[in-house]
């Protein structure tokens, strides 16, 4: 495991996100990834950007995950909607499996992810 310094993470506004790059070295996936880190409810959420279904990035890399109106997390490839904060999925092809969270902490305007 490994902790990501985000710049600015904690500054976020409600319903906002920011992407970050961190290294796997080991499990299925290896080399660079990415995760993001949302404001939900005053509390800072961090996931990797990876649907459950087919392991591709939520986002189509335009850095929009979540969904106001719905209050979820959602995959531009699928539809599926995820319930924060667990980020189970709710609907769609991954029904019932889970974005993987990652635990976080704010430090001063900057956050620390555990990845």
Same mark, same amino acid.
């Given at each position: 495991?490994?902790?990501v ?24 996936a ?9 404001r ?6 961090a ?12 986002? $189509?890399?335009?850095?929009?995950? &979540?969904?106001?109106? $719905?209050?979820?997390? &959602?995959?531009k490839?699928?539809?599926? $909607? ?34």
């Amino acid at each position: 495991m490994a902790e990501v310094r985000i710049a600015n993470a904690a500054q976020l506004s409600e319903g906002e996100t920011l992407t970050f790059d961190f290294v796997r070295e080991s499990g299925a996936a290896l080399g660079k990834q990415q995760g993001f880190v949302l404001r939900h409810r005053g509390e800072l959420l961090a996931f990797h950007n990876e649907c459950p279904h087919w392991s591709v990035e939520l986002d $189509l890399g335009d850095g929009h995950f &979540y969904d106001v109106e $719905l209050d979820r997390i &959602y995959c531009k490839n699928h539809g599926a $909607l995820f319930v924060l904060p667990s980020g189970t999925c709710e609907t769609g092809p991954c029904l019932g499996r889970a974005l993987t969270r990652f635990v976080v902490r704010a430090d001063g305007q900057d956050a620390f992810v555990v990845v």
